[in-house]
């Protein structure tokens, strides 16, 4: 890269500034703004996330510290806490969705020859749940979970292969699980794997109609007949293989073919755990390992809560809320191209924290990682978490 480039305007150029301004036509975005245009918002707020701004005061102040900077940066509006407070009131939160799709779509090509999830399965295997942010019901009265608490959900579909999430879904808290399976675009030959929030036999049949795979975990009331039973290994986890019918008239009425059930006993937390899934043909613990990997999804949560700025908001509106949390899944996307493009092997909490205190430095990034890519050893915190292996830099 450029090495007049600052570090921040480096990151940006990740970004396709034609493509965002194609979106912000769409939706008129830029109308009637003088001097803070979307694409100002949107760097100001990456900017944000980056350096860990805890208030609109806050990104106003570091900014305008480096005044003779900004221009270069791409900002060439005023980023003071007006303009971005107005900006994130009233500006269409559907424009950063949108230019998020088109960054997760490309890290997900970036990330599709890596080693697949299992050398017994070739199929794209995605993991599906939620997570709950908390908030409070008289500052964020529209973001309705219980009669004295706030909340929004974020609903995400993520790509076991590079934790890349390729669908994400935000409503408020009272929104069940089971209901965003209606919004998903099913891919045949792919799996999904869920938990038990998610079982819904109607749904389900839905994503076996699709020729699309699903292993999730039962409940303790199903009623289930066997009608056959295949040979397990009794030396492993595994307790038993069956293929039958769901009993009860709502249930066979929904899920009226065959369905799989494998129970194993789990040593860590002595207890028998019992999934579901509708393909017949894989082996039994390969449908246990992967519920077992779904812990993915639960480390992508706590990755994003612990390192970006979505537990607290810099605005009170429905759009401001919205416009953060999507500007934010926009910079983990973007730190998660460059570690591939730029082949760091460091993690992205590595990445995060080094970028963060070099954000006006002008040296390449490559640069800022070289030590450690050449030696191959990487401190690791045991208390941080790691979306990537450290041994094979994914």
Request: glycine letters at 4%; charged letters at 25%; hydrophobic letters at 40%.
């Amino acid at each position: 890269m450029n090495t007049g480039k600052s570090v921040f305007s480096q990151i940006t150029n990740l970004y396709s500034c034609y493509s965002f301004n194609k979106i912000v036509s769409k939706y008129n975005g830029d109308f009637n703004t003088r001097n803070f245009s979307c694409w100002d918002q949107f760097l100001s707020m990456s900017f944000a996330q980056l350096t860990y701004r805890a208030s609109l005061r806050d990104i106003e102040v570091c900014l305008n510290a480096q005044p003779n900077r900004l221009y270069h940066m791409g900002i060439k509006g005023n980023p003071t806490r007006t303009n971005l407070a107005n900006a994130n009131q009233s500006r269409d939160w559907r424009i950063y969705f949108e230019f998020a799709q088109i960054l997760i779509e490309r890290a997900r090509i970036l990330y599709q020859d890596d080693k697949p999830f299992s050398e017994e399965l070739a199929n794209t295997v995605y993991a599906l749940d939620a997570t709950t942010i908390d908030l409070c019901l008289s500052v964020f009265p529209w973001a309705k979970f219980r009669k004295t608490k706030g909340a929004v959900k974020l609903h995400t579909l993520l790509d076991m292969k590079g934790s890349i999430p390729s669908f994400i879904e935000i409503t408020d808290g009272s929104v069940h699980d089971g209901n965003i399976l209606d919004h998903l675009d099913l891919e045949p030959g792919s799996f999904y794997v869920m938990d038990r929030g998610y079982l819904d036999f109607k749904r389900l049949y839905e994503i076996n109609k699709n020729l699309c795979y699903f292993v999730i975990r039962a409940k303790k009331n199903l009623k289930f007949r066997r009608l056959y039973s295949m040979p397990v290994d009794r030396a492993t986890k595994l307790r038993s293989d069956q293929i039958g019918v769901l009993e009860g008239f709502y249930s066979r009425k929904d899920y009226p073919e065959k369905i799989r059930r494998v129970r194993i006993y789990d040593t860590e937390t002595d207890k028998y755990l019992v999934f579901l899934s509708n393909n017949l043909d894989i082996p039994a613990s390969l449908v246990a390992d992967l519920y077992k990997n779904r812990w993915k999804i639960e480390l992508f949560f706590k990755w994003i809560k612990q390192h970006l700025r979505i537990k607290q908001f810099y605005g009170t509106s429905f759009y401001a809320v919205r416009i953060q949390i999507w500007v934010a899944i926009c910079v983990y996307v973007t730190v998660a191209t460059l570690k591939k493009t730029s082949n760091i092997s460091v993690s992205l909490y590595t990445i995060l924290q080094v970028l963060s205190v070099t954000i006006f430095e002008k040296v390449p990034i490559f640069q800022l990682f070289e030590k450690d890519s050449d030696s191959n050893t990487t401190y690791v915190n045991p208390n941080q978490l790691s979306l990537f292996d450290y041994s094979t830099g994914h």
